[in-house]
């Protein structure tokens, strides 16, 4: 199994980017996947989830500004961030789950992608 994100960057306050992570190894349409980040000093957190037949879970300091999403096609699950905040600044990370549910956790990690927001 290998995920690999990218799309991570340095944006203003207010700004949007959209995070790719396309994965490998294992027959992507049959597995949840997840995004998580970890800011400097602090615990990794939760972010996103989507099942295998497109059902969404948010973390509640979501608030709408983000959205996960995914093409089997391209075996590639995507964040866009939108309206970022300083303290989105993080290392976002996704994962693959042990099966298809969006309840699912994680049993893959891939290496990460930086999102600085300032100004």
Excluded: H
């Excluded at 700004?15 to 349409?29: H, N």
């Excluded at 000093?41 to 037949?53: C, L, P, Q």
């Excluded at 497109?54 to 590639?76: E, G, L, M, Q, W």
């Excluded at 939108?82 to 893959?108: H, I, M, N, W």
Aim: net charge neutral; charged share 20%.
């Amino acid at each position: 199994v290998q995920l690999v994100e990218s799309g991570g960057g340095l944006v203003q306050p207010g700004g949007s980017l959209r995070l790719s992570c396309v994965a490998s190894g294992f027959i992507f349409y049959n597995y949840a996947m997840r995004w998580y980040r970890q800011a400097p000093g602090k615990e990794r957190e939760w972010v996103a989830s989507i099942s295998n037949g497109d059902i969404t879970n948010y973390a509640t300091f979501v608030k709408d500004r983000f959205a996960i999403s995914r093409d089997n096609t391209r075996n590639t699950v995507y964040l866009q961030l939108d309206s970022l905040k300083p303290e989105d600044t993080a290392v976002y990370f996704c994962a693959r789950c042990y099966d298809g549910s969006v309840y699912s956790t994680p049993q893959y990690w891939g290496q990460g992608t930086q999102v600085t927001v300032s100004s």
